[in-house]
Each structure stands twice: as C-alpha cells, then as structure tokens.
T-cell receptor, first 114, second 113 residues
Framework: QQQVKQSPQSLIVQKGGISIINCAYE??????FPWYQQFPGKGPALLIA?????SEKKEGRFTISFNKSAKQFSLHIMDSQPGDSATYFC?????????????FGGGTRVLVKP | EAQVTQNPRYLITVTGKKLTVTCSQN?????MSWYRQDPGLGLRQIYY???????DKGDVPEGYKVSRKEKRNFPLILESPSPNQTSLYFC????????????FGSGTRLTVV
C-alpha cells in the first residue's frame, strides 16, 4: 500500500505548455514534501520542497501547490522546455522521525516535445 | 565536488553469489540511506544509518545487510541474492534531518539471474 500516490504515470506536453503532476498522501504526520527530478542514468536530485504551513511555493518555472485539508500537493512546470524531460517524484517525510526516510510516489515520466 | 559515489554502476550476478555495492560520500553527512527503485513503485528505503555504527531497517530490508564503520562509507551487502532483488539501487546522504535534501548517487543497476 503506497502512502504517497502520484499521477499521472506519464505525460506528454508541447514546448511552452504547462505540466501538472499530482500527489496525494495518507499519513497526516508527514510535514515535509520535496519533489525530485531524475534524468536517465542519474540519481534523483532535489528540485523544490514545501512545508504544510505554506499553500504555494514558486522557484523559477516550478511551483508547488499544497492543500493540507485534502492531503494533496502538486507540481506545476510552467513554460515547459525539452530540457525538463525527466522523471519526477513527489515525496514526503517526517522531520522528527528516525531514519530521515523519504516516502516516494511512483514517479511521473514527463516528455516535452519541441 | 560534493558527491555520493556508488560502485559498480552495473552488475549481473547469479542467484546465491554474495555481492557488495559500495557507497562513499565526501560531504561529512551523518545520515545515509539505501533505496531501491522499481517501475511504478518509486524509491523504497532499504536501510538507513544515522551515524557511525548506527543502522536500522527501512521499508524493504529483507535479504540485505549494511554496515557503517566509517562516516563516509555505507556498503550494501546481498548475502544470497535472488532474482526479486533485480533492481536499480541508490545510495543517498544528507545532513539535513527530515527535510528531504538528500544527495543521491548515480545508481547501481543489479540483475540477478
């Protein structure tokens, strides 16, 4: 049973379009929600992260929206570029929990067509 | 350059033949973890270490062992590999407790036949 559910599994977007990836979590003890970006042959790299006391965070073309009551958060990639083609993972963690564990969603493969 | 280094990058082995995947970080991080990545399942934590000589199980520890004798190294040991351990493995480290700011290695693709 996945504690963090991610959708869609894949998406194709035209250059300049908006990519939207959604995640839902079950454990209300999660208090930190990072997004990772992974290119083929590489390990995941931290892209952007949000705490549940903030409803939105923006870094450049990447925006996280957070809905605490619905236990959902999403990543928006504005003005998508071919270089954004990668697999994106949402994740959740508990700051005070032992092990510093990240619980990941299943991943979304994004393809941006020129 | 700050990094996590895993070796080997690719490994094909036979069922039951013990193997070790090495992991080393040069950032003086306290926390280190091993994850496996499988299609549709994302990454799942195998083992973690909070510091030297302190290790504990993650979500999928069966069939794996780890050790943390030095702060920089965190090897993953498969005593008797089985085909269901065929996967992509990542070592990661962080000094930022709970905030998900892990630095990941480039991965080890393991195939057990």
């Amino acid at each position: 049973q996945q504690q963090v559910k991610q959708s869609p599994q894949s998406l194709i977007v035209q250059k300049g379009g908006i990519s939207i990836i959604n995640c839902a979590y079950e454990n209300t003890a999660f208090d930190y929600f990072p997004w990772y970006q992974q290119f083929p042959g590489k390990g995941p790299a931290l892209l952007i992260a949000i705490r549940p006391d903030v409803s939105e965070k923006k870094e450049g073309r990447f925006t996280i929206s957070f809905n605490k009551s619905a236990k959902q958060f999403s990543l928006h990639i504005m003005d998508s570029q071919p270089g954004d083609s990668a697999t994106y993972f949402c994740a959740a963690s508990m700051i005070k929990a032992a092990g510093n564990k990240l619980t990941f969603g299943g991943g979304t493969r994004v393809l941006v067509k020129p | 350059e700050a990094q996590v280094t895993q070796n080997p990058r690719y490994l094909i082995t036979v069922t039951g033949k013990k193997l070790t995947v090495t992991c080393s970080q040069n950032m003086n991080h306290e926390y280190m973890s091993w994850y496996r990545q499988d299609p549709g399942l994302g990454l799942r934590q195998i083992y973690y270490s909070m510091n030297v000589e302190v290790t504990d199980k993650g979500d999928v520890p069966e069939g794996y062992k780890v050790s943390r004798k030095e702060k920089r190294n965190f090897p993953l040991i498969l005593e008797s590999p089985s085909p269901n351990q065929t996967s992509l493995y990542f070592c990661a480290s962080t000094t930022d407790r709970g905030r998900g700011g892990y630095t990941f290695g480039s991965g080890t693709r393991l195939t057990v036949v």
